[in-house]
């Protein structure tokens, strides 16, 4: 009977326990992996837009037109040293050209040596003449003159000419004056359709100067200026970078586009300019021309840490009490789990955590609502659903090619 007894107070007692604990069950708590947080393996929480290698320097190569071109010796796409010769000017036809020019001369030098004789012998015919023919011989000798000094005027010019044919008769080849490649040849003259231009005979690529182009929209232009260090990354290997600096930012718009969204209809209300700039590298190795990049600001990611980064504000303590985190235990529950930091990247806004944490480990951001013991949910709530605060990319990642 006593047995019965204790038997039935044990389970009033366990049923109270319970019911106390219903009253004070607390709320789940939600937690997500180091890596998904700090985005392991993306490009990270940088403004970043796309690139394209283009090159700095196109060396446009002019002809005479005056000259007949006997030989082109290269194609489009050609690979040229400094040095190598792009065409040769046909020299029969500029010797003809030389023959010619000499003769010219000579008759313009028999012209004035004939005016010279008519002028001197109207100046003997009015020393005679009558008074009422004066007036004539004086206009008739005054016009030879001046045709006398115009045809000396084109001796001078002609002389020059020859003189330029004269040193130009013995080099009937142009050359490269860089290594590089062949972009265009343009046989049929014309003009470029924007600039008005007379086409250049040849472009050249200057081989090794390259520099990155970019674009930013006008939701993200000022996150990019001028002097600004940046970090170029490949697009197949993103391990892959390259470190540069905003050489210029072009104040005027290239294109128009809508930022990659459709809305039906474009207007000025939903369209967006984009302006071109361009990314001097510090080193251009294993960068090919038309290369596809991306570009981000150099907050120091590419430099080699020892430690785990998470952002700061999933880091609670100081370094008197010390640094801690609000982890999942693996039980099912969060623990407040102390953790060894190094130094605060103040540009990041990040710490690197020495000891305590993995990039696998769950952790909660710390909430009032977070205490030690909670359950641990990886489902977030309306409340915490995170909100996308980032730039709305244009095209691809914020510039398109």
Not at 157 to 172: F, H, I, W
Not at 358 to 382: K, R, Y
């Amino acid at each position: 009977m006593k047995k019965r007894f204790i038997a039935i107070a044990l389970t009033l007692l366990l049923s109270l326990m319970l019911l106390a604990g219903c009253g004070t069950e607390l709320p789940a708590v939600y937690v997500q992996s180091v890596k998904d947080i700090m985005g392991y393996g993306a490009m990270g929480e940088f403004n970043v837009c796309a690139g394209l290698v283009v090159a700095r320097n196109e060396v446009k190569i002019e002809r005479d037109e005056n000259r007949k071109i006997a030989e082109l010796k290269v194609e489009p796409g050609q690979s040229v040293s400094e040095g190598d010769v792009l065409f040769s000017y046909d020299m029969d036809e500029m010797q003809l050209t030389i023959d010619k020019a000499v003769l010219e001369i000579e008759q313009l030098k028999n012209s004035v040596t004939d005016f010279d004789s008519q002028i001197a012998e109207l100046e003997q015919a009015k020393a005679i003449a009558p008074e009422s023919e004066q007036l004539s011989y004086t206009v008739r000798i005054q016009t030879l003159e001046t045709d006398k000094k115009e045809t000396e005027y084109n001796i001078t010019v002609k002389e020059r000419e020859l003189e330029t044919l004269k040193n130009t008769v013995g080099n009937g080849d142009v050359t490269s004056p860089v290594n590089g490649r062949v972009k265009a040849i343009n046989e049929e003259g014309g003009y470029d359709e924007y600039s008005g231009m007379p086409l250049p005979y040849i472009t050249l690529i200057e081989a090794g100067a390259y520099r990155v182009k970019g674009k930013v929209n006008e939701l993200n232009r000022n996150d990019f200026f001028a002097g600004q260090s940046v970090v170029v990354r490949s697009r197949s290997d993103a391990q892959m970078t390259w470190t540069g600096v905003i050489a210029e930012i072009d104040s005027n718009p290239e294109e128009s586009n809508n930022m990659g969204f459709y809305y039906g209809v474009e207007d000025e209300m939903t369209s967006s300019n984009s302006y071109p700039f361009y990314v001097d590298l510090e080193s251009m190795n294993d960068l090919l021309l038309g290369q596809h990049v991306y570009i981000e600001p150099d907050g120091g990611q590419t430099e080699e840490k020892t430690g785990l980064m998470l952002d700061a504000s999933y880091v609670m303590g100081s370094e008197e009490e010390g640094f801690f985190v609000w982890a999942a235990n693996g039980s099912g529950k969060i623990e407040k789990r102390s953790v060894t930091v190094g130094a605060l990247d103040e540009f990041m806004y990040q710490y690197e955590i020495l000891d305590g944490l993995t990039a696998e480990d769950l952790i909660a951001f710390p909430d009032e609502s977070v205490q030690e013991g909670a359950p641990v949910t990886d489902i977030p709530t309306a409340q915490e659903m995170p909100m996308d605060e980032g730039i709305a990319f244009e095209g691809e990642l914020g510039g398109g090619y």
